[in-house]
């Protein structure tokens, strides 16, 4: 029985930490373009659970249409607060910071205005409907998707980072924006991509948190900090360490659930983060200044 319950653990771990990475790669990308710290991220992410309630649940469009329009219209309003509002902030983290707390506000009051403060539940697709089991644990086929796009998300962003010239491009503008611009690449249009890319990538993690939990105009304050946690711990601005970190945070906070409280687990998760630190001061794979 025990061994079942581990398991299950195990499993659940997966979920959280994909749903995690790919909500916080979104945010360590931003960071490493445009050296912004975001602390609306949470809200896109909000948005993209609303974005999937509002389309599948509320006038019954095709899942998969539904996740679509979700991730472009999430991706559209990244673009627009880019070219409004950070853009001539790049590079300067404290108006950044400022203006994105603003944003907070701005459209948890905005969405809780629109479609009020109460839970709402995203029903579940007939093809996810069931559960599978092996080994004496059992997950829903409806968790098994979410690993699965996740997954498919993050092999999609490492080939477009690594094999397009908009990719190889993003990453020159992130080791050395100066050089980058010397070699005649457009800084603004890496901006762009970053945070559009980076909101689509939280509007997808929403989504699909949003499928398996429930969907409220508060739900991405607890998620950032979590993902905070594991940008900091991955070390910032990578995207590598930032996966690593991700899947800590996720089983720390599986395990720490299962077994103690959800209390105790977010409480293991930020002194994972700050024994971490102490051997580590950079994270995981932070580069020296």
Request: include cysteine.
């Amino acid at each position: 029985m025990e061994q079942n319950v581990v398991l299950q653990t195990v499993l659940n771990g997966f979920m959280l930490s994909f749903v995690l990475i790919l909500f916080a790669l979104g945010l360590s990308l931003v960071f490493g373009i445009m050296h912004i710290v975001n602390f609306a991220h949470g809200e896109i992410y909000m948005l993209g659970g609303f974005g999937i309630w509002w389309f599948y649940a509320q006038h019954n469009i095709n899942y998969v249409l539904s996740m679509i329009l979700t991730m472009v219209l999430v991706a559209a309003v990244g673009l627009i607060l880019e070219r409004f509002f950070f853009r001539r902030f790049r590079g300067n983290l404290l108006p950044g910071m400022i203006i994105s707390v603003g944003l907070i506000f701005i459209t948890q009051a905005s969405v809780a205005t629109g479609w009020g403060f109460l839970d709402k539940a995203v029903p579940t697709p007939s093809t996810f409907e069931g559960v599978i089991t092996a080994f004496g644990a059992t997950i829903s086929k409806e968790r098994l998707y979410v690993i699965v796009i996740a997954l498919a998300c993050m092999i999609g962003l490492y080939f477009f980072l690594m094999r397009t010239r908009q990719g190889r491009s993003m990453r020159a503008t992130a080791q050395d924006p100066d050089a980058a611009a010397l070699q005649g690449i457009a800084i603004n249009n890496c901006s762009a991509m970053a945070m559009g890319i980076g909101c689509a990538l939280a509007g997808i993690a929403g989504a699909l948190a949003g499928q398996v939990f429930l969907v409220n105009p508060y739900m991405g304050s607890f998620p950032l900090l979590k993902a905070f946690v594991a940008i900091v711990l991955g070390g910032m601005g990578s995207l590598p360490g930032t996966i690593l970190a991700g899947f800590v945070v996720g089983f720390t906070d599986s395990f720490g659930s299962t077994y103690l409280s959800s209390t105790v687990a977010s409480m293991l998760i930020f002194l994972v983060l700050i024994a971490t630190l102490v051997v580590r001061p950079r994270g995981f794979f932070g580069r020296a200044e």
